[in-house]
């Protein structure tokens, strides 16, 4: 059930969440709820009013975002090349003190689990850069299952200041691959 994995993950108990059909549409929802809640917040029903004269959201990536996060950004209307994209490091931790000031609606994508070194962006220390203005996203199809396991909570530092997440049941649970999270 969903409240034993808030548990299990260590995620505000009080979230909602879903079962979809892998991490590429656990992203897209949770950045569909970010939209949503962005537009929200400067007066935009975007379910009533659609994309067509709201006010621009600013969505802000690391470098090495995986792509299916910009493919729900394209998918989503928040356009895949306008992003801005944050430098990393070696790792592909998205570099906190390269992240722009947060003005106007906006969404910020941060990496739990990088695909190729497993590296985690700093969450903890992204939310305190930007406070509770932009909205902040966590694709975690990698990496989020770390929070589950004590010795290596650690890593994931910090995903529980999110807004939304996005996980892949299947990365680490040996289930199939229609098993994603958000």
């Known amino acids: 059930s969903l409240r ?24 897209f929802v949770g950045l569909a709820a970010a939209r949503h809640a962005v537009l929200a917040r400067v007066g935009w029903k975007v379910e009533a009013d659609g994309l067509f004269g709201a006010p621009p959201i600013t969505v802000v990536v690391g470098e090495e975002a995986h792509p299916t996060l910009i493919k729900s ?3 989503l209307g928040l356009g895949r090349t306008r992003v801005v994209r944050v430098p990393v490091d070696a790792q592909g931790r998205m570099r906190v003190d390269a992240l722009p000031k947060v003005v106007g609606p906006t969404i910020i994508c941060t990496q739990v689990g990088n695909v190729n ?3 985690c962006d700093a969450v903890a220390a992204v939310r305190e850069r930007v406070g509770t203005d932009a909205w902040l996203h ?9 929070r589950a396991a004590p010795s290596r909570a650690e890593l994931a530092h910090g995903a529980d200041s999110a807004d939304s997440w996005a996980t ?15």
């Open 73 to 75: 950004l394209g998918l």
């Open 4 to 27: 034993w994995l808030l548990e299990l993950l260590d995620l505000p108990r009080g979230c909602g969440g879903a079962f979809v059909t892998g991490a590429n549409v656990a992203n």
């Open 117 to 119: 070194t497993g590296a």
């Open 138 to 146: 966590v694709d975690g199809a990698f990496g989020l299952w770390a």
């Open 168 to 182: 892949d049941a299947h990365k680490w649970l040996n289930v199939p691959y229609d098993s994603g999270l958000a």
